[in-house]
């Protein structure tokens, strides 16, 4: 049966349990022959229980291809990186663990890679629907904060300004033997909020001379918590991001230089920018607009500090 898988969806979780399973269910409710796919969780040392809800659902549904791992070296991009390896399919599909898979978001995956074999990743919609209530200082300058990536209603080819997200990615097996795994160096480790380890293999992509599309079709459901919108929160996230590129530039001292002064330059825009919201008495939307950028900054200047 292992010849005849075409896709692995990997889910990789960390103190999720309260939302693993439906993320599980969600794939396997897909309209997709599930001889011809497996499901994969890879728990990242969590200390919740994940692990027994995860035998529980193995039980429940003996027939059908799933299989779950405990990863012992801390990181998503460990996590990833074991899941790729463990997969026994042509296309290797993630989904976070408090998502859910919409209609159809296995079939067209599948469906355009087929018929566009000169493709080796691909990353579809993802929509966040919030647990809670929207803080007065929230903006689109937020979007990747709740994880909200919406490029448009048509399939397009990304070149680098833009790439998928974690959440929804897809990638032909291939791609690991060609390029590598993730970055391990990069990526969120536990509570830390460190980044770009999407970026980063996106961009090896890239560069091998490869193509990543963005399918609106292929659409997921993100969860938002409270807790997204702790200033607490919201200062590690941005930390995270700056700390991330810091990390992954390391030894392109051009390279740094110009983010360094594109972040500058984005804050200085921020700034410009938000004076819109203090003309309209916005002053929250402002003040953490502002705060986000330079947090940003400050990552990027102290990476030790972002992880």
Same mark, same amino acid.
């Given at each position: ?17 309260? #939302? ?57 991009? #460990? ?32 469906? #355009? ?23 007065? !200082? ?15 209603? +048509? ?52 560069? +091998? ?5 963005? =399918? ?5 459901? +993100? ?13 590690? +996230? ?8 810091? =990390? ?29 919201? =203090? =003309?309209?008495?916005? !002053? ?9 950028? !330079? ?13």
């Amino acid at each position: 049966m292992d010849n005849q898988l075409k896709v692995s969806a990997v889910i990789c979780s960390y103190n999720r349990a309260r #939302f693993v399973v439906d993320a599980v269910d969600s794939i396997f409710k897909q309209d997709f022959d599930k001889s011809r796919y497996e499901v994969i969780v890879v728990d990242n040392n969590s200390t919740d229980n994940v692990l027994e809800l995860l035998a529980e659902y193995k039980a429940k549904h003996p027939d059908y291809n799933f299989r779950y791992y405990v990863e012992h070296n801390q990181g998503v991009a #460990f996590a990833r990186s074991r899941g790729a390896h463990e997969a026994k399919g042509e296309i290797v599909m993630y989904l976070d663990d408090d998502s859910l898979a919409q209609p159809n978001w296995m079939k067209y995956t599948v469906d #355009f890679f087929d018929q566009n074999p000169d493709v080796y990743s691909t990353g579809g919609k993802i929509t966040p629907y919030f647990l809670t209530g929207i803080p007065d !200082w929230y903006s689109k300058y937020f979007f990747g904060l709740v994880g909200n990536f919406n490029l448009g209603s +048509h399939d397009k080819r990304l070149t680098g300004n833009r790439y998928p997200c974690g959440a929804n990615m897809a990638f032909r097996k291939k791609v690991f033997e060609e390029i590598g795994y993730f970055n391990t160096d990069l990526g969120r480790k536990g509570a830390g909020l460190l980044a770009t380890e999407e970026k980063d293999i996106y961009i090896r992509i890239l560069n +091998h001379g490869k193509k990543v599309y963005y =399918l609106p079709e292929v659409e997921v459901l +993100h969860a938002v918590e409270s807790n997204k919108f702790d200033k607490s929160y919201v200062y590690r +996230h941005s930390m995270g991001i700056g700390g991330g590129e810091r =990390l992954r530039l390391k030894g392109q001292n051009i390279a740094l230089l110009k983010k360094f002064i594109e972040y500058v330059a984005k804050w200085g825009y921020a700034i410009v920018y938000g004076l819109g919201f =203090l =003309l309209r008495g916005q !002053w929250s939307k402002f003040y953490m607009l502002e705060r986000f950028r !330079w947090w940003v900054i400050m990552g990027f200047l102290n990476p030790k500090k972002a992880g």
